[in-house]
T-cell receptor, first 118, second 113 residues
């Protein structure tokens, strides 16, 4: 069965600190997709990144970076030099390839609340 | 990415009544999804809505409680029927992008009193 675990419920850091949000997933499929979403206090879900199971390259986008390791079934997210605007709930999610290659439902982790203090 | 709007953005409803939530997308999409996010919780998929066919419901969700319509490729509605306080949640619709990512609407915050 598919499952996404975000063991960190809440993290509090001081501005400019680096922070890593952990995500561990379970799936029996060989083709799957992993995602990170940000949900600021306003409530909308903001898409951050998608990774497919065949691409283990790490990715960097500005202050954000992602580390995908199939050997440990992890897809961790690091924010470098955190800022107050990074305060939000961050969700990791998993999707398995559905019929015809179309995307299937997203299985979300429980989320990590990141509070960045000034 | 798709631009998704939802109506209403929020509502306060009385127990026993029903509310229909609308989701409009600015482009044609095959699959639309409806999620529920209970207070302080993660998102749970309610159903997948494909145009021209019945919605597919996840375990724990039934059509009588959450009827869904999908009349065309840019629009869908979710009705929350015979509401109780336990239905107080944020309801979000989402659509699939070409690269398997999903984009979400702004959500409808429902409070049932």
């Amino acid at each position: 069965a598919q499952k996404v675990t975000q063991a960190q419920t809440e993290i509090s850091v001081v501005e400019k600190e680096d922070v890593t949000l952990d995500c561990v997933y379970e799936t029996r499929d060989t083709t799957y997709y992993l995602f990170w979403y940000k949900q600021p206090p306003s409530g909308e879900l903001v898409f951050l990144i998608r990774r497919n199971s065949f691409d283990e390259q790490n990715e960097i986008s500005g202050r954000y970076s992602w580390n995908f390791q199939k050997s440990t079934s992890s897809f961790n997210f690091t924010i470098t030099a955190s800022q107050v605007v990074d305060s939000a709930v961050y969700f990791c999610a998993l999707s398995e390839e559905g019929y015809g290659g179309a995307t299937n439902k997203l299985i979300f982790g429980t989320g990590t609340l990141l509070a960045v203090q000034p | 990415s798709a631009v998704i709007s939802q109506k209403p953005s929020r509502d306060i409803c009385q127990r026993g009544t029903s509310l229909t939530i609308q989701c409009q997308v600015d482009s044609q999409v095959t699959m639309m999804f409806w999620y529920r996010q209970q207070p302080g919780q993660s998102l749970t998929l309610i159903a997948t809505a494909n145009q021209g066919s019945e919605a597919t419901y996840e375990s724990g969700f039934v059509i009588d409680k959450f009827p869904i319509s999908r009349p065309n490729l840019t629009f869908s509605t979710l009705t929350v029927s015979n509401m109780s306080p336990e239905d107080s949640s944020i309801y979000l619709c989402s659509v699939s992008g070409y690269s398997y990512e999903q984009y979400f609407g702004p959500g409808t915050r429902l409070t049932v009193t």
